[in-house]
């Protein structure tokens, strides 16, 4: 059975990464997308995951702040081709937009970031094949595109939310980049027994209903929930490492739901012991 870890928004904290992986060595990491943005490290972070993903070792699904950041890159590629001015006013559109949402803090970062010099390691990683929305997790640590049936319980795990149809985003895909947890229901496929999230910065691991949700707002607080999966049937083991940050900011972070269980590790604090069975989550 593989070891699966879910890394919720990470921000630029490659340092909080980089503590993930020398804590879990073996383990097969799943990033909930936001790996980029507002924090101090945005391309040493999807260098290391892409390293990752490069040795099969980690599943990368696509956040609100990856998405984004395509919006100016694709309409400009369009605009070489067609040099229809139409493209370029979409692509500078796109461009801003993500500038405003936190692509400030990449171009600081890097002295300058124009589209006509994309930096390549970027582009590279927005335009994985398999930057994945949804995806399933089952007992044995095999990740899914699709919901493998009632048969086979599972765990939902996507950015923001589970894919459902909204009056803002017809889109389901689009669905679970952006929609926050006040904006269900979400209903669940079949044989799902919850599902997991980031996107929403909440003060502790917090479960409303069936999903729950663990981005501590790590590029700020400098706390990062390391969520692992093993039978979807029991409580996910969560341990919350704490890093360099200011984790008194989490107190302007919505309160909602009911807090879950976890454990706090100091960086400095030798690897935990390998989790006991626990007792159903729900």
Request: charged share 20%; net charge negative.
């Amino acid at each position: 059975m593989r070891q699966v870890i879910v890394i919720p928004d990470l921000h630029g904290r490659v340092d909080l990464l980089r503590a993930a992986v020398d804590r879990f060595p073996s383990a097969h990491f799943l990033s909930l997308g936001d790996a980029i943005d507002r924090g101090p490290n945005s391309l040493a972070t999807i260098e290391l995951l892409l390293e990752l993903h490069a040795a099969g070792r980690a599943t990368l699904l696509m956040g609100n702040h990856e998405r984004m950041a395509q919006e100016g890159p694709r309409w400009y590629k369009d605009y070489l081709g067609t040099h229809d001015m139409g493209d370029y006013r979409r692509a500078m559109e796109g461009y801003h937009w993500w500038m405003r949402a936190g692509g400030e803090t990449v171009r600081r970062e890097l002295g300058s970031l124009t589209l006509e010099q994309f930096p390549a390691l970027l582009e590279r990683y927005l335009n994985l094949p398999d930057l994945r929305r949804v995806v399933y997790v089952t007992a044995d640590g095999e990740i899914h595109a699709e919901a493998p049936g009632a048969d086979r319980p599972s765990v939902l795990v996507s950015h923001a939310a589970p894919p459902v149809a909204h009056q803002t985003h017809p889109n389901p895909l689009s669905a679970a980049l952006w929609l926050r947890p006040f904006e269900g229901p979400f209903p669940l496929p079949d044989g799902v027994v919850y599902s997991l999230h980031g996107h929403t910065p909440v003060r502790q691991p917090t479960r409303l209903g069936r999903h729950v949700y663990v981005d501590l707002g790590a590029y700020e607080t400098g706390r990062l929930a390391l969520v692992e999966l093993g039978n979807p049937q029991e409580r996910p083991v969560i341990r919350v490492l704490q890093g360099r940050g200011t984790p008194e900011t989490a107190r302007k972070y919505m309160q909602f739901g009911e807090p879950m269980p976890s454990e706090e590790l100091r960086l400095s604090e030798p690897r935990p012991a390998p989790p006991q069975s626990n007792s159903s989550p729900w």
